[in-house]
Protein backbone atom coordinates (compact mmCIF):
# COMPACT_ATOMS: atom_id res chain seq x y z
CA UNK A 1 0.00 0.00 0.00
CA UNK A 2 1.46 3.04 -0.92
CA UNK A 3 0.02 6.40 0.74
CA UNK A 4 0.51 9.93 -0.70
CA UNK A 5 -0.42 13.08 -0.47
CA UNK A 6 -3.61 13.99 -2.42
CA UNK A 7 -2.02 16.33 -4.73
CA UNK A 8 0.71 13.74 -5.48
CA UNK A 9 0.99 13.34 -8.75
CA UNK A 10 1.11 9.21 -10.03
CA UNK A 11 4.06 9.83 -12.18
CA UNK A 12 5.96 11.59 -8.55
CA UNK A 13 5.03 8.73 -6.61
CA UNK A 14 5.77 6.07 -9.45
CA UNK A 15 9.44 7.89 -9.63
CA UNK A 16 9.30 7.89 -5.55
CA UNK A 17 8.97 4.06 -5.62
CA UNK A 18 11.49 3.47 -8.20
CA UNK A 19 14.21 5.58 -6.27
CA UNK A 20 13.77 3.52 -3.10
CA UNK A 21 12.78 -0.18 -4.95
CA UNK A 22 16.32 -1.66 -3.30
CA UNK A 23 14.88 -0.36 0.50
CA UNK A 24 11.38 -1.76 -0.10
CA UNK A 25 12.37 -5.10 -1.13
CA UNK A 26 14.87 -5.13 1.51
CA UNK A 27 12.44 -4.81 4.22
CA UNK A 28 9.91 -7.07 2.74
CA UNK A 29 12.59 -9.30 2.95
CA UNK A 30 13.26 -8.79 6.60
CA UNK A 31 9.20 -8.80 7.06
CA UNK A 32 8.94 -12.27 5.38
CA UNK A 33 11.46 -13.15 7.22
CA UNK A 34 10.13 -12.72 11.02
CA UNK A 35 6.71 -13.82 9.55
CA UNK A 36 8.15 -17.29 9.03
CA UNK A 37 10.04 -17.25 12.52
CA UNK A 38 7.27 -16.53 14.04
CA UNK A 39 4.99 -19.17 11.84
CA UNK A 40 7.85 -21.89 13.77
CA UNK A 41 7.75 -20.78 16.72
CA UNK A 42 5.47 -22.71 19.36
CA UNK A 43 1.65 -22.78 18.56
CA UNK A 44 -0.70 -20.57 19.60
CA UNK A 45 -4.43 -20.72 20.60
CA UNK A 46 -7.22 -18.31 18.49
CA UNK A 47 -8.78 -16.41 21.34
CA UNK A 48 -12.61 -16.87 20.67
CA UNK A 49 -14.46 -13.82 20.72
CA UNK A 50 -15.53 -14.63 24.39
CA UNK A 51 -11.15 -14.89 25.16
CA UNK A 52 -11.38 -11.49 23.89
CA UNK A 53 -14.22 -9.61 25.42
CA UNK A 54 -12.71 -11.29 29.15
CA UNK A 55 -8.92 -9.94 27.96
CA UNK A 56 -10.66 -6.48 27.34
CA UNK A 57 -12.72 -5.76 30.50
CA UNK A 58 -10.18 -7.39 32.11
CA UNK A 59 -8.21 -4.22 30.80
CA UNK A 60 -10.97 -1.76 31.26
CA UNK A 61 -11.02 -2.64 35.05
CA UNK A 62 -7.29 -2.86 35.38
CA UNK A 63 -5.66 0.29 33.30
CA UNK A 64 -7.27 3.40 34.78
CA UNK A 65 -6.38 2.66 38.12
CA UNK A 66 -2.48 1.87 37.40
CA UNK A 67 -2.89 5.57 35.21
CA UNK A 68 -4.34 7.07 38.90
CA UNK A 69 -1.66 5.14 39.99
CA UNK A 70 1.31 6.99 37.80
CA UNK A 71 0.15 10.10 37.20
CA UNK A 72 0.36 11.44 41.05
CA UNK A 73 3.99 10.01 40.98
CA UNK A 74 5.24 12.07 38.13
CA UNK A 75 3.30 15.25 39.45
CA UNK A 76 0.54 15.48 36.62
CA UNK A 77 -3.37 14.90 36.46
CA UNK A 78 -5.17 13.93 33.47
CA UNK A 79 -8.64 13.94 32.14
CA UNK A 80 -10.23 10.94 30.56
CA UNK A 81 -8.81 7.13 30.32
CA UNK A 82 -9.68 5.51 27.25
CA UNK A 83 -9.19 1.95 26.37
CA UNK A 84 -8.56 1.54 23.12
CA UNK A 85 -7.61 -0.61 20.04
CA UNK A 86 -5.17 1.14 18.09
CA UNK A 87 -3.25 0.17 14.96
CA UNK A 88 0.19 1.33 16.00
CA UNK A 89 0.37 2.53 19.59
CA UNK A 90 0.75 1.62 22.80
CA UNK A 91 -0.46 4.53 24.33
CA UNK A 92 -0.88 8.30 23.55
CA UNK A 93 -1.76 11.44 25.11
CA UNK A 94 -3.68 14.68 24.05
CA UNK A 95 -2.49 17.95 24.95
CA UNK A 96 -6.06 18.04 26.82
CA UNK A 97 -4.93 15.52 29.13
CA UNK A 98 -6.89 12.68 27.98
CA UNK A 99 -4.31 9.08 28.31
CA UNK A 100 -5.71 6.65 25.54
CA UNK A 101 -3.98 2.85 26.35
CA UNK A 102 -3.90 -0.09 24.23
CA UNK A 103 -6.18 -2.81 25.45
CA UNK A 104 -3.19 -5.64 24.51
CA UNK A 105 -1.30 -4.26 27.63
CA UNK A 106 -2.45 -7.16 29.29
CA UNK A 107 -0.48 -9.49 27.78
CA UNK A 108 3.03 -7.40 28.30
CA UNK A 109 4.96 -7.34 31.41
CA UNK A 110 4.33 -5.35 34.41
CA UNK A 111 7.46 -3.55 33.54
CA UNK A 112 6.76 -3.11 30.47
CA UNK A 113 3.51 -1.37 31.59
CA UNK A 114 4.89 0.27 33.94
CA UNK A 115 6.81 1.83 31.76
CA UNK A 116 4.21 2.84 29.44
CA UNK A 117 1.98 4.21 32.16
CA UNK A 118 5.12 6.74 33.33
CA UNK A 119 5.86 7.63 29.34
CA UNK A 120 1.96 8.91 29.00
CA UNK A 121 2.10 10.64 32.65
CA UNK A 122 5.39 12.22 31.61
CA UNK A 123 3.68 13.70 28.21
CA UNK A 124 1.39 15.32 30.34
CA UNK A 125 4.23 17.70 31.34
CA UNK A 126 6.31 17.38 28.15
CA UNK A 127 4.13 16.91 25.34
CA UNK A 128 6.80 15.79 23.08
CA UNK A 129 10.25 13.36 23.35
CA UNK A 130 12.81 15.98 24.26
CA UNK A 131 15.64 15.21 26.68
CA UNK A 132 13.58 16.91 29.54
CA UNK A 133 11.03 14.44 29.07
CA UNK A 134 13.42 11.10 28.47
CA UNK A 135 14.85 12.54 32.35
CA UNK A 136 11.31 12.87 33.78
CA UNK A 137 10.29 8.95 32.46
CA UNK A 138 14.10 7.56 34.02
CA UNK A 139 13.11 9.12 37.29
CA UNK A 140 10.15 7.62 38.02
CA UNK A 141 11.12 4.62 35.61
CA UNK A 142 14.65 3.62 36.17
CA UNK A 143 14.62 0.63 33.46
CA UNK A 144 12.42 2.32 30.83
CA UNK A 145 15.48 1.53 27.97
CA UNK A 146 14.75 -2.22 28.14
CA UNK A 147 11.05 -1.89 28.59
CA UNK A 148 10.79 0.55 25.70
CA UNK A 149 12.95 -2.02 23.65
CA UNK A 150 10.27 -4.45 24.15
CA UNK A 151 7.78 -2.69 23.38
CA UNK A 152 8.82 -1.54 20.27
CA UNK A 153 9.88 -5.28 19.10
CA UNK A 154 5.86 -6.56 20.01
CA UNK A 155 3.32 -6.56 17.14
CA UNK A 156 -0.19 -5.04 18.09
CA UNK A 157 -2.27 -6.14 15.61
CA UNK A 158 -2.12 -9.99 16.24
CA UNK A 159 -5.15 -10.43 17.33
Request: charged letters at 25%; one cysteine or more; a positive charge.
Amino acid sequence: IVRAPYQASGSYIEQFIADRTDWIVEHLRKLEQKNRQCNDALPVKKLSNNDIKKLADKACSYIPGRVAHFAPLVGVTYGRITIRNQRTRWGSCSSRGHVRIHWNTVFVTKSERDYLYTHEAAHLTEMNHSPRFWQLVEVHCPGYKRARTILHSRTLGFL
